[in-house]
C-alpha cells in the first residue's frame, strides 16, 4: 500500500506546479484549450522490470497499476477548469468534472506491451518479464501500455491525451508535454517546430517551454532551445521533500487535496474497466519489446497518427548545477 501511495505522491510537485502556472499567470489561460494545444503526452517510464514481483503485478498489469491512477490524475490536473478555490473539494469536484467528459478507449487507440530479455545484456536484470520464475508461463500481461483518450468538451474537444507507461524502458521519467499547434503563415520556410511547454516531474523537476530562436552568429538561422527552470538549479538551497515526507504531512495536517475521493475513483475505473475486459476477454497479445528500449514501435506509430509531431531535431540538456 505505502509503495503505491509513494508513487502516486509525485504528483504533489506536478499539482502545485500545474495549480501555480495556469492559474497564477495570465500568459497560459489564452492558450490551454483546443484552438492552441495541438495534442498532450503523460509519460510514466521506469527503467527497472518487476525484479522478482511479477507474480504480484501479473494479477494487475500497467494499467491498472499506472495509467488508471497516477496519469489519470495527471490528466486531470491539465484538464479540469479553475476551481472555486484551493479547497480540497473545490480542486476534486473539477477533477470530477473532467472524467466524467471521457468515453472509454477505443482497443484501436491503444498498444500494448511486455519486454523480452536483452540478449546483449549482463545478468539477472535483463530478464525478460517471461523469465521471472513468479511470473505464470505464457502470461498475456502487459508491462507497457498507450493509450488515446479525448475530453468531450468545449475546451479540449478534438484534442488527443496520450497517456504512455511501461517497465523496463531506457529511462526514468515523469512528465507532461504540451504540444502546440504550428504557427499559421510561417514565413520561415518549414524550419519552425511546435512549441511544447513540458512539466517534468522526475527525475530532477524541471518546468521549460520550448521555443525557436536564432541561433548565434552571422547567419539567420532559427533554432530550437528553451526557456528553463529546473528547481535543483533555481532553488539551490531548498531541500525538496519526498513522497513519504509528504504524505506523512498530509495526514498529520488532514489535507485530503491529494487523495482520490469516492466518486472520483468510481469515475476513473468507469473509463478503463471495458478496456480491460476486452483485453481479459480476446487475451490479447503483448507486443514484445527489448529491456532498455523506448517500447515498442507501434505506439510511436499510434502516437503519430493522432496528432503528435516529433521531429528528433532537439535534445534538453541537463543544467550546470554549481
Known amino acids: 500500500v505505502f509503495s503505491n501511495l509513494k508513487n502516486f505522491f509525485f504528483l504533489f510537485f506536478f499539482f502545485l506546479c500545474l495549480l501555480s502556472c495556469r492559474f497564477g499567470n495570465r500568459l497560459f489561460g489564452p492558450i490551454w484549450n483546443r484552438n492552441s494545444v495541438a495534442s498532450v503526452v503523460l509519460t510514466f517510464k521506469e527503467p527497472f522490470g518487476t525484479q522478482g514481483r511479477g507474480g504480484y503485478f501479473d494479477g494487475f498489469g500497467i494499467i491498472r497499476d499506472v495509467m488508471q491512477n497516477h496519469l489519470l490524475q495527471m490528466l486531470c490536473l491539465i484538464a479540469m477548469e479553475k476551481p472555486a478555490s484551493t479547497s480540497p473539494d473545490d480542486v476534486r469536484n473539477e477533477k470530477v468534472k473532467v472524467l ?12 500494448l506491451g511486455q519486454y523480452a530479455g536483452d540478449p546483449g545484456g549482463e545478468g539477472e536484470a535483463k530478464l525478460g518479464y517471461l523469465d521471472d520464475p513468479t511470473v505464470p508461463k505464457g502470461s498475456c500481461t502487459p508491462t507497457f501500455a498507450t493509450a488515446v483518450l479525448y475530453v468531450q468538451n468545449e475546451r479540449w474537444d478534438g484534442v488527443p491525451f496520450i497517456l504512455r507507461c511501461g517497465k523496463a524502458l531506457n529511462e526514468r521519467k515523469a512528465e507532461v508535454r504540451l504540444q502546440f499547434t504550428d504557427v499559421p503563415g510561417d514565413i520561415f520556410a518549414d524550419r ?8 517534468r516531474v522526475q527525475p530532477d523537476e524541471a518546468i521549460y517551454l520550448k ?5 548565434p552568429g552571422v547567419f ?3 533554432e530550437e532551445t528553451e526557456l528553463d527552470l529546473t528547481y535543483k538549479s533555481r532553488y539551490k538551497n531548498v531541500k525538496l521533500p519526498d513522497a513519504y515526507e509528504r504524505l506523512i504531512l498530509d495526514v498529520f495536517c ?5 487523495f482520490v475521493r ?13 478496456l480491460l475486459h476486452q483485453i481479459e476477454a480476446a487475451k490479447r497479445q503483448p507486443i514484445p519489446y527489448t529491456y532498455g528500449s523506448r517500447g515498442p514501435s ?4 499510434l502516437i503519430q497518427r493522432v496528432g503528435f509531431r516529433y521531429e528528433g531535431t532537439y535534445k534538453w ?6
Do not use: Y
Open 262 to 274: 469516492s466518486d472520483e475513483l468510481r469515475e476513473a475505473w468507469r473509463i478503463f474497466t471495458p
Open 220 to 222: 539567420f538561422s532559427p
Open 100 to 111: 466524467k467528459c471521457i468515453a472509454p478507449p477505443n482497443m484501436a487507440d491503444v498498444v
Open 192 to 199: 519552425c517546430q511546435r512549441n511544447e511547454l513540458v512539466v
Open 317 to 322: 540538456v541537463q543544467p550546470h548545477t554549481s
Open 254 to 258: 488532514g489535507n485530503q487535496m491529494h
Open 298 to 301: 507501434e505506439s510511436d506509430d
Open 211 to 215: 521555443m525557436m530562436t536564432k541561433r
